[in-house]
């Protein structure tokens, strides 16, 4: 099984950017389609965005399109979100998670393996 440590949040002012990044081990990423998901404070966890296996498929929430950007590195076994003109709604932790399902899916339910999450705070 994979284990998934997520880096990178932190407190930002709104409209800068911040890149999280997720660390892999004990399995290889390529073999996993991997999701972004973040949960605010008395909200339901949302999917952010997914990568299919090869990378050459993405998918974004509508309110993240054209600002977040999510890439992976399986060479490293690293999977990255960049998030640019970051709002005040983007406040919360963020969480990678990895599925062996055959697509993309954006519901939590069908990811298998989770990390502890990284908290990202966006203030005025």
């Known amino acids: 099984q994979v284990q998934l440590v997520e880096s990178g949040g932190g407190l930002v002012q709104a409209g800068d950017s911040l890149r999280l990044s997720c660390a892999a081990s004990?399995?290889?990423?390529?073999?996993?389609?991997m999701g972004w998901f973040r949960q605010a404070p008395g909200k339901e966890r949302e999917f952010v965005a997914g990568i299919s296996r090869s990378g050459t498929t993405t998918q974004y929430q509508d309110a993240v399109k054209g600002r977040f950007t999510i890439s992976r590195d399986d060479a490293k076994n690293m999977l990255y979100l960049e998030m640019d003109n970051l709002k005040l709604e983007d406040t919360a932790v963020y969480y990678c998670?990895?599925?062996?399902?055959?697509?993309?899916?954006?519901?939590?339910?069908?990811?298998?393996?989770w990390g502890q999450g990284t908290q990202t705070t966006v203030s005025s």
């Open positions: 004990g399995g290889t990423l390529s073999n996993y389609i």
């Open positions: 998670a990895a599925s062996i399902r055959a697509l993309i899916l954006n519901s939590a339910p069908y990811y298998l393996y």
